[in-house]
């Protein structure tokens, strides 16, 4: 079956960085476009960044452009999000997310298959 698992969450300070990690098996990973998302306690979740297939298109929220980079291994079926200058806002869980045949969404319901999360934590 499909799996993907996120790694890499931690408590971090304010201005730090973190890389998160998502592994995939059970599906023609080179087929997928993946997409990161992350929601804190008491908010939606949201839409952080998103890779196509190839790498050659990436999308991200006005909030964390400039900031996080989003990139993809497919010989390693490994998708990371690298996060640089971390704020509090920034703070919650980080769930990574795979979709075929769709594009590059910023909407979750539009993806196939979901990880369980990683959880982040900026402190001040």
């Known amino acids: 079956q499909v799996q993907l698992v996120e790694s890499g969450g931690d408590l971090v300070q304010a201005g730090g960085s973190l890389r998160l990690s998502c592994a995939a098996s059970?599906?023609?990973?080179?087929?997928?476009?993946v997409g990161w998302f992350r929601q804190a306690p008491g908010k939606e979740r949201e839409f952080v960044a998103a890779?196509?297939?190839?790498?050659?298109?990436?999308v991200y929220v006005d909030s964390v452009r400039g900031r996080f980079t989003i990139s993809r291994d497919n010989t390693k079926n490994m998708v990371y999000l690298q996060m640089n200058t971390l704020n509090l806002d920034d703070a919650g869980v980080y769930y990574c997310?795979?979709?075929?045949?769709?594009?590059?969404?910023?909407?979750?319901?539009?993806?196939?298959?979901w990880g369980l999360g990683t959880q982040v934590t900026v402190s001040e």
């Open positions: 997310a795979a979709v075929q045949n769709r594009g590059l969404p910023t909407v979750g319901t539009d993806y196939d298959y």
């Open positions: 890779i196509r297939q190839d790498s050659l298109v990436t």
């Open positions: 059970g599906l023609i990973f080179s087929m997928y476009a």
